[in-house]
């Protein structure tokens, strides 16, 4: 058991829409062997153009096309990319697969820098300790200015960064990359579309084949910069990696295939197999006998023929045997797990046995929720998935009279499953719930399945707050001042907290109130 779980690697890749996520996968994707994919996730990345055309081809589809862990073998590990949902689809589950991973790659296009979804997934990641490995794309076209990159990433997102590899060039005049620690130089030949495997030739930056590769002016500055990292750079801090805070960097193009290898294989040297995770004061080892695991995912079916829903969940000790038995540790009963399956782009394979580090999928289980443990042993409760600030408010009002029964009832089985958030105004006469959500994506699943599965159409009017901010613990709410357009409400636990209408509102309450601290998560106590 210790060897399987020594040779799980378990990351997503994160990145802000356009970077080149899909196609970093797909090339990924080509060294675990798995060729007949590559190519696969473009096309699925396409036919989801609109947020509609993914509800149509989930009908059509079924469940398998949008959830996805994609697993292979490659030299000797067992790699599990979980897939983040990309940018029409943003949601709070794409925060929630980030609870699941040990590592990610954060893809950035090196013409344009950081941009905002990247600085948001980087933050989720961030607040978890999660390693960041980063990957600085689109290195054939024009980039800007390498260490300016590199000193965005210490500015903006606060993380040491450690270029592993250097680019030589840029746009037309792109070499290639120097590697730092082979002292190797990997030389870019453009493909046609990089459908095979980039030819790298291998050497050091004073050969001569080298050189003559190289204009003179970009020569003398890979040198001069390559010194001045030597000296005057971050230093490589395996320790600091680990924890998040210095990335390692690399330099490439996803597209035409180049430095991909050189990503992957760094990145599983030097990433670790699934670590402890901690359970109150309890720390739960990875190959402790006892299984145990958390939902992270639920994916609902939404074609009518096929009505499962899928509970992805996350083993974080143990082995998990087809037909065992666990404990649902928020209900106290007992489980068989009969139907666990892998999921890889729309294949369904069912699943005989998995190890910590690996996803499982188990179709079929109504009474699982976001964030719940399944385990053997009855006292490991994990407490993963926090809550997410939400960014979208809509009302959602229930426009037929006679279905008001299936309306109130699916709306809480769909707040159960954690599709949404909910919040209460506490004056509203009507009981009209206001949706919280990360993505407006949140707000067309839950509609859709209240008429689908529940029969009950509901409309949605959007409110124009963008922020809920908690309020201290044990402040006295009758005495907060608030400024236009802001309104108090409660979370679905019953704390209070403020909407806010824009960031210069949440300034100004600050200044009303005497700089009362606001929390973008529930506080503690
Ligand atoms: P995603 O939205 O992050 O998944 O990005 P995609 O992988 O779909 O890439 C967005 C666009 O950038 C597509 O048109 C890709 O062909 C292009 N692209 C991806 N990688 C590269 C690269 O290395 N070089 C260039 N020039 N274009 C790239």
Redesign the pocket.
Known sequence: MIAEIQRRRTFAII???????????EKLLLYGGAVQLAGSV?AR?NARATTSDWMELEKQRGISVSSTVLQFDYHGYRVNLLDTP??KDFSEDTYRVLTAVDAVVM?IDAAKGIEAQTRKLFEVCRRRGVPIFTFM?????PTRDPLNLLDELESVLGIGAFPVNWPLGTGTSFRGVYDRQQKSVHLFERTPQGAYRAPVQVGSLAEPFVRERLDDSDYHRAVEELEMLDIAGVEYDAQKVHHGEQTPVFF?????N?GVQLLLDAFLERSLPPQPRHVGEKVIAPETPAFSGFVFKIQANMDPRHRDRIAFVRICSGKFNRDMTVTHTRTGKRVRLASAHRLFGQERETVDEAYAGDVIGLVGHTEFGIGDTLTTDPSISYQEIPRFPPECFAFLHNPNPGKFKQFRQGVEQLLQEGVVQVFDLRDSIQKIPLLAAVGPLQFEVVQYRLESEYGAPSTLENASWDAFRWLPAGVDVKAVKLPTGCRLAYDAAGLPGVLFPSAWTRKYFGELNGGMELFDLPPEG
């Open positions: 990145s802000h829409p356009d970077a080149g996520k899909t196609t970093l996968t473009t990345k990309g940018h893809v794309n689109k290195c054939d076209r490439g193009s996803a597209m035409n180049f």
